[in-house]
């Protein structure tokens, strides 16, 4: 017995440390972030990079974050960073109509203009559809439904009305249809993060190759800023496709992937 109040004397002390430290070492982070706020309001942008940056390095993952440090990068002309900052908070916050503007003005500046291939119309409308709402926000939903489902189904089986019966069992297929369809859309959110692999051209200019060795010979060029598609690593070479279809080899440090 005194051995088992000395461990948990010990393991109350150890997580009340580790969560003091844990808090203490937050608010550290905080204090910088609102520091590179501060920074940045005074027209201090490199400073806020700096102090931005430190957090960031921290692994603290927050739209807010990259959307600032992104904005700094784009105050002193740093397309590249600028531009992969802003596409990492918009795929935390893709509904954000400034993160989603402040990102299209950063990519006005980029030289190319590669416009999309056509997409068939059904697979237009299912992304708008399954953009509606977050993968998160999806899975909310279906179990939303489906909970309101389970009262359905018992409010018809207990229930002595007719018309109630009817109506409870109608209502439980029609939210069983919104689990079953949220969970898809959900799924298929997963899938379609997952499955875009991107990166940000991170030099100037980029000899896009046929081949993943620099003899070989050029297919075609993109500039700095400009967001690709990684499709497989080889040897230190990246292939990469643009939304126009192009595809082509890259060295993989003139890239950086979000």
């Known amino acids: 017995m005194k051995k088992q109040l000395v461990l948990l004397l010990f393991l109350t002390i150890f997580f009340t440390q580790h969560s003091a430290a844990a808090e203490s070492e937050h608010k550290y982070y905080y204090d910088l972030a609102i520091q590179g706020n501060e920074q940045y309001t005074a027209g201090n942008y490199d400073s806020a990079i700096t102090l931005y940056s430190q957090v960031v390095n921290a692994n603290i993952s ?13 105050k002193v002309n740093e397309l590249a960073p600028s531009i992969y900052y802003l596409e990492k908070a918009q795929k935390l916050a893709p509904f954000d109509k400034d993160i ?17 291939v056509p997409t068939p119309i059904l697979a237009k409308s299912w992304s708008f559809i399954r953009n509606l709402l977050t993968i998160d926000g ?6 939303i439904s489906f909970c309101i489902f389970i009262l359905l189904i018992g409010f018809y089986l207990l229930s002595t009305n007719v018309s109630l019966k009817k109506l409870s069992f109608f209502l439980s297929m029609g939210f069983l249809l919104a689990t079953i369809l949220s969970l898809t859309l959900g799924f298929s959110a997963l899938n379609y993060v997952k499955s875009k692999n991107q990166a940000i051209v991170f030099t100037g200019s980029l000899s896009v190759k046929s081949e993943p060795k620099q003899s070989s010979s050029d297919l075609f060029i993109v500039h700095e800023g400009t967001s ?5 690593e080889l040897n230190n070479w990246v292939r990469i496709s643009l939304p126009d279809g192009n ?5 993989l440090e003139d890239l950086k992937r979000y």
Do not use: C, H
Not at 228 to 232: D, F, T
Not at 247 to 251: I, V
């Open 100 to 116: 989603s503007f402040n990102l299209e003005m950063a990519k006005d500046q980029i030289p190319d203009r590669i416009e999309d």
């Open 247 to 251: 595809e082509g080899w890259a060295p």
């Open 138 to 143: 999806w899975g909310i939903f279906g179990t």
């Open 62 to 74: 927050s739209a807010n974050l990259f959307y600032n440090l992104g904005n700094s990068y784009f």
């Open 228 to 232: 690709v598609n990684v499709l497989e």
